[in-house]
């Protein structure tokens, strides 16, 4: 009775068809839910979900900064995730990044002018998740260990090392937490930018999301990943060293996610704690594989879920509900993006009756 095909090519704008389709009829899904479930008007509760998200200057500007990090967490797992090496332990990698910017900038604010203190956190940061980067992609390349559980492993071994951090730069002293690092004098803190408390945090982001999109596209390097993505026997007998490949990439993936730890401590959050990862290292798993690793799909599919979470803290408060109210609205748009790749890719067709001779 039904036919499916995989397609050879769809044009752009059929796809981006599609998915528009797919995200209107999710909204007109939600509209039921949001009826059965709470007897509210869905158009409120979809005003709510947008004056939450960016209903004033300063939400919006937050949402902004939420997505920018993001973004460049996607952007860092995208070149492992190309080759096929599932990167799980974004989230550490993060943590370390974070963790020494905080160890600069509660030890060396005052010792050192603002460039070179900023230079050391910066290059402090990326070797950190470097590190942790590196560790997994050589056991993985020598010795052919799952890196999904390794990098995965590694997530909590992070933690420790925070809080054993933690326990050093109390402030104030038996409280658990390190608090606002340097709240009077905001040494270390990334300045304003033309006005904007988050214009550098978006400038950096955009520059990696940039510099990744033609490194991977342009570059050698970039070929090389998409080819041991591919096949690492292929990669092999055209002459491309395999394990060099799993190493470097997953070095630069792991620098760009200690480089989104010095801008959640430094540009954002301005402390350290064992939730400043926020579970971004998981969403942002979400964000690459529904962009399928295009830069600027990537900035879409990012605003979107930073949106949609800060409007379930307008909804719980707006309507008394749980904040897992937007989280269903949210699971519904997505399961409807995601089934829309599937008519994308394939094409489904009645079968026809066939008459016999």
């Not at 910066?122 to 559980?149: C, D, H, Q, R, Y």
């Not at 480089?259 to 540009?267: E, K, N």
Request: overall charge positive; aromatic content about 12%; proline content about 2%.
């Amino acid at each position: 009775m039904i036919h499916i095909s995989k397609r050879d090519d769809i044009s752009f704008a059929k796809a981006w068809g599609i998915r528009i389709i797919a995200v209107l009829l999710s909204l007109v899904v939600c509209a039921v839910v949001i009826i059965a479930l709470t007897r509210l008007n869905p158009v409120e509760v979809y005003k709510a979900i947008f004056d939450g998200a960016v209903g004033t200057k300063r939400r919006s500007w937050a949402t902004i900064r939420d997505a920018a990090i993001l973004l460049c967490i996607a952007v860092a797992l995208t070149p492992a995730f190309k080759m096929r090496f599932w990167n799980i332990g974004a989230e550490g990698q993060v943590l370390m990044g974070g963790v020494l910017t905080a160890f600069f900038m509660i030890n060396f604010a005052g010792k050192l002018p603002a460039p070179v203190l900023f230079a050391a956190m910066i290059v402090s940061s990326m070797a950190a998740g470097l590190v942790w980067g590196l560790i997994p992609a050589v056991f993985k390349a020598f010795w052919n260990t799952n890196e999904t559980l390794f990098t995965l492993m590694l997530n909590y071994v992070a933690m420790q090392i925070t809080t054993f951090c933690i326990v050093f730069w109390e402030n104030p002293v038996g409280s658990n937490t390190v608090g606002i690092i340097n709240s009077k004098s905001k040494i270390g803190w990334l300045p304003p930018l033309f006005g904007l408390t988050y214009g550098w945090n978006v400038v950096m982001i955009l520059a990696v999301t940039l510099a990744m999109h033609i490194y991977l596209k342009y570059s050698k390097q970039g070929y090389e990943i998409a080819v041991v993505g591919e096949s690492e026997k292929t990669a092999r007998y055209v002459g491309i060293s395999v394990k060099k490949v799993i190493m470097r990439t997953m070095a630069i993936s792991g620098a760009l996610c200690g480089l989104a730890g010095f801008i959640l401590v430094s540009g954002s959050g301005h402390t350290i704690s064992t939730s400043t990862a926020g579970g971004r290292g998981f969403t942002a798993i979400i964000v690459a594989w529904l962009s399928k690793f295009n830069a600027g799909a990537m900035i879409l599919v990012s605003f979107f879920l930073v949106f949609m979470q800060k409007g379930a803290m307008q909804i719980a408060s707006q309507f008394k509900l749980n904040e897992n109210a937007s989280d269903i609205i949210t699971g519904i748009i997505l399961f409807f993006i995601l089934g829309s790749e599937f008519f994308i890719n394939y094409q489904v067709k009645m079968a026809g009756k066939h008459k016999e001779g």
